[in-house]
């Protein structure tokens, strides 16, 4: 134990002191701050230049009328709905770029409601989205509408529904308030999910550029006459998390304070609401996960016969981490689907898929507690096979082992 | 004080279907400073691994200090590989701490030991500095100190004094024998016959994972003697007897003695027909000679 904890705080003191370390510590939360400071300057203009080009909100539509049900338009239309004489005048202002889209309201329109919209096809995606159905739909009830019926009634028909959605918890009681309370529940698994990826990553790489230099320069000898294999495994995934988690501690932090300097600057309210479960657990499958992980990664470092070759094998493990991202749509809409229960049984898949569905479902403890012991298994497996090939890997030096060698690795007590 | 320090028995270990060490017995006492031979490729590196616990042997059992093989007594050996090399981007001192530390010893100590040891091989400026900024000769020196940092009762060298100049290579002989003095048993495992002749006490040379050749140095070259005297002297007559042939050398005449003539009575017979004996010894072959021919034999069985 007292020599898992040498090399631990061996390779988290060298480590730190690592330029690329720091230097990669820092400029993500630089880069935040820069980011934010931008958005601060000119964050209302960005804003409202995402707005208008995905929803199509405040662009012009223009439109020639053939039915007279649309001329003139409403006042409340004036700003925003162009009236044109006839379809040329409306041609030659798109190819003159003065507007981006026509519609065409037939003569028959009340009969069929069929409606012809025009764009140039070099800018087809944004003036489909300003001439869409839900941007328009307004436009024309509004007119249909007017005079012939109840104020009040003619606005709810134009929009009929205003939704608050609220979450309940098991005892009936609303979990979410407000739209950020809402949006921490698809963010937080996501960004958990992401530092895991982070944290595997980072020390991974350094785990791997580690036993590469201790194989290069043949301290490894020396080290496997003084510890076990198994030993020097767990003080480096140990140290090395340490350090992984020391950085994704520091960028949180920065996180934070940069949060709450967007909430600020840009007047966001509301505060991200989740449950100590969801924390505690989340954190457990963060360790558990960066464990399974950090062992594969460096079996597999350890393998190669040169550090370039040992990231060629550890590539195909990131690959293998990130698979529940490539279904994220699919779980994060059906948590509790049966592929998703599949994904959080498998070791491989288990701690980032779980990370996803714990914030957004309430996950049965038995599917918890088979998942967890799945995935420590899981792991024990992989230490114990992990350690055997870190240790055949460590002492061929030029040369990869190969399959028959690695399964005899196995094989041996 | 019987105890051997490293026993092995049957110690067998195959690669890939060639036999590298093939049931080798082994006996190395406390105390004493035991020269392990071989040509290139001859198993040595791989017994070594053995007994450092870095690779397990397909059958037989190994003991130090009188106990199984086990994770606390490798913390009594230091181990000097063939294959040198230290930590290249931390401090000197840092480094040989850390390696005396997974050795099991408490950090303060370790970094004390190894200061006071970088002093007496004239590093002591070094201890501050990256190791990568020392040069070779310096290095070879450090990791020489990292194998006693820990105060081992067992030290394994394979090939300590490769590379070093003459002055750093007496500087180590004489540190080698200091932990002689002090009880310490030592492994010296080289090509370089002239270091086991001024060093060893018993020698193990091994060719093909055999052993070829054990036991006491002096014994073994008393075996391999060619039945030989060497003298210089005046008045020598030109006609003696007892021997066989007579060569003239530059160190004085070698006589190679019939059968039944011992050296005591040949030099009787010398000094009874009237010559002047100044100097007068047994022929003892040079280890390299007998190494060569002791392998060469093997491989020709």
């Known amino acids: 134990m007292n020599k898992i904890w040498a090399v631990a705080r061996h390779e988290f003191l060298t480590n730190l002191k690592r330029p690329s370390f720091i230097i990669a510590t820092i400029a993500v939360p630089l880069v935040g701050a820069l980011a934010l400071g931008v958005g601060g300057l000119f964050g209302g203009q960005v804003e409202e230049y995402l707005e208008e080009l995905f929803t199509g909100k405040g662009a012009v539509v223009a439109y020639v009328d053939h039915s007279g049900l649309f001329t003139p338009p409403l006042p409340a239309y004036a700003d925003t709905y162009i009236l044109y004489e006839d379809e040329a005048a409306a041609k030659a202002a798109l190819l003159a770029d003065e507007i981006g889209s026509y519609m065409v309201i037939p003569e028959e329109y009340l009969q069929s409601g069929k409606i012809m919209a025009y764009s140039k096809s070099s800018s087809f995606f944004s003036s489909a989205i300003s001439t869409s159905k839900e941007n328009v739909q307004g436009f024309f009830t509004d007119h249909l509408l007017a005079g012939q019926v109840d104020p009040t009634l003619q606005a709810r028909v134009v929009d009929p529904v205003q939704l608050t959605p609220v979450a309940l918890d098991e005892q009936g009681e609303p979990t979410t308030s407000g739209p950020m309370a809402f949006v921490s529940t698809f963010v937080v698994p996501y960004l958990l999910a992401i530092l895991l990826m982070i944290t595997i990553f980072t020390s991974s790489g350094f785990l791997l550029q580690g036993v590469g230099e201790e194989k290069e320069n043949r301290v490894i000898e020396i080290l496997l006459s003084s510890l076990s294999t198994t030993q020097l495994l767990a003080g480096k995934i140990l140290g090395l998390g340490a350090l992984g988690l020391t950085q994704v501690l520091v960028w949180l932090g920065a996180g934070m304070a940069l949060l709450s300097g967007a909430v600020a600057i840009f007047a966001l309210s509301g505060l991200l609401v989740i449950s100590a479960s969801t924390v505690i657990l989340g954190l457990i499958y963060f360790l558990l996960g960066y464990l399974l992980f950090a062992t594969m990664m460096a079996s597999a470092g350890a393998l190669g016969s040169t550090a370039r070759e040992g990231q060629q094998i550890s590539g195909i493990f990131s690959f293998l981490s990130a698979v529940p991202f490539m279904f994220g749509n699919f779980i994060m809409m059906q948590p509790n689907a049966a592929l998703a229960k599949v994904l959080s049984f498998f070791p491989l898949t288990a701690p980032i898929t779980m990370m996803m569905r714990l914030a957004l479902t309430a996950i049965p403890p038995l599917e918890v507690a088979i998942s967890l012991v799945l995935l420590i298994l899981g792991i024990l497996g992989i230490l114990w096979a992990g350690g055997k090939l870190f240790r055949l890997g460590l002492l061929m030096y030029g040369k990869r082992p190969s399959v028959a060698e690695m399964w005899r690795a196995l094989r041996q007590a | ?301």
């Open chain 2, 1 to 301: 004080m019987n105890v051997l320090a490293i026993e092995t028995h049957d110690l067998t270990k195959q690669f890939n279907g060639l036999t590298a060490v093939d049931h080798l017995d082994l006996a190395v006492r406390q105390g004493e400073i035991f020269g392990f031979l071989g040509p290139n490729g001859a198993g040595k590196t791989t017994t070594i691994r053995m007994l450092m616990d870095i690779i397990r042997p397909d059958s037989g059992r190994i003991h130090i200090f009188g106990q199984p093989l086990a994770p606390q007594t490798l913390d009594r050996i230091g181990y000097l590989p063939e294959e040198r090399g230290l930590y290249r981007k931390i401090k000197t001192v840092d480094c040989l701490a850390y390696l005396a530390v997974l050795k099991g010893m408490p950090r303060r100590i370790a970094r004390e030991r190894a200061l006071a040891l970088l002093e007496r091989v004239d590093l002591a400026d070094s201890a501050d500095k990256k190791v990568e900024t020392m040069s070779r000769g310096m290095q070879q020196k450090a990791q020489f100190v990292a194998t006693l940092v820990h105060d081992p009762e067992l030290l394994i060298l394979d090939e300590p004094f490769h590379g070093l100049d003459p002055l750093n290579t007496e500087l180590l002989k004489e540190m080698v024998l200091e932990l002689h003095e002090q009880g310490k048993t030592i492994i010296f495992s080289t090509h370089q016959m002239n270091q086991v002749e001024a060093l060893c006490d018993r020698i193990l040379l091994i060719d093909h994972g055999r052993a070829v050749l054990y036991g006491p140095l002096q014994e073994i070259k008393e075996r391999y003697a060619p039945h030989a005297v060497q003298f210089r002297g005046e008045a020598i007559p030109a006609d003696l007897p007892g021997a066989q042939r007579l060569e003239q050398q530059e160190e004085g005449i070698v006589a190679y003695l019939a059968d039944g003539v011992t050296p005591p009575a040949f030099l009787r017979q010398l000094v009874e027909s009237g010559a002047a004996i100044t100097h007068y010894e047994v022929v003892t072959p040079p280890l390299e000679d007998i190494f060569i021919e002791v392998v060469e034999r093997e491989r020709q069985r």
